[in-house]
């Protein structure tokens, strides 16, 4: 029998890989190229979706309430790369030697997987209304989501 914590946990990875995969339909089929903090936030997404996964799956109380904690401290760190790109990045005219193209490129993941993570665009030009909403907007309404869900997973009580 799962727990209610557990379920918390395994939806918080579907709505990561979810969000992650509409990025890149976004990317492929609507030519909205990403910039540095959009491909951080992809790496945020999949770094919460993979943790929730493994406290979404059994090995006990304490290792759901460890995994539920490392995905808010995780969404705490999305909801910042949401807000910046939105607040500060989206009106540079380069994002260049930002803290995510230092990071992004550091890590080798923009080179390494290019399809994913490749940094095509300005934060400037990555700005994209999506139902007239700027898509930054989204993903940081997404990060307050899960970060919601993930306190809720981590000091949720007992099985239900």
């Known amino acids: 029998m799962t727990s209610r914590s557990e ?4 939806l918080i990875a579907l709505f990561c890989f979810g969000a992650v995969g509409i990025a890149l339909v976004s990317q492929y089929a609507f030519d909205m190229p990403p910039c540095a903090w959009c491909v951080l936030q992809r ?9 929730a996964l493994v406290g979404g799956f059994g090995g ?15 969404s705490i760190s999305g909801i910042a790369a ?9 009106k540079m005219l380069s994002c260049d030697q930002t803290f995510a193209d230092r990071f992004m490129t550091g890590i080798g993941l923009d080179g390494g997987v290019p399809w994913l993570f490749g ?7 990555a700005v994209v209304p999506v139902l007239g909403i700027e898509y ?3 993903s940081l309404a997404l990060f307050v989501i899960l970060l919601v869900m993930a306190l809720a997973a981590a000091f949720g009580r ?3």
Do not use: E, K, N
């Open 136 to 138: 930054a907007l989204w």
């Open 119 to 125: 940094i095509y665009a300005t934060c400037m030009d």
């Open 7 to 10: 379920r918390l946990l395994r």
């Open 60 to 74: 006990g109380r304490a290792l759901t309430r460890i995994c539920a904690s490392l995905a808010a401290l995780l």
């Open 43 to 51: 790496l945020i997404y999949l770094v919460i979706g993979v943790i």
């Open 158 to 160: 007992g099985r239900a």
């Open 82 to 90: 949401a807000w910046y790109q939105y607040t500060v990045a989206a």
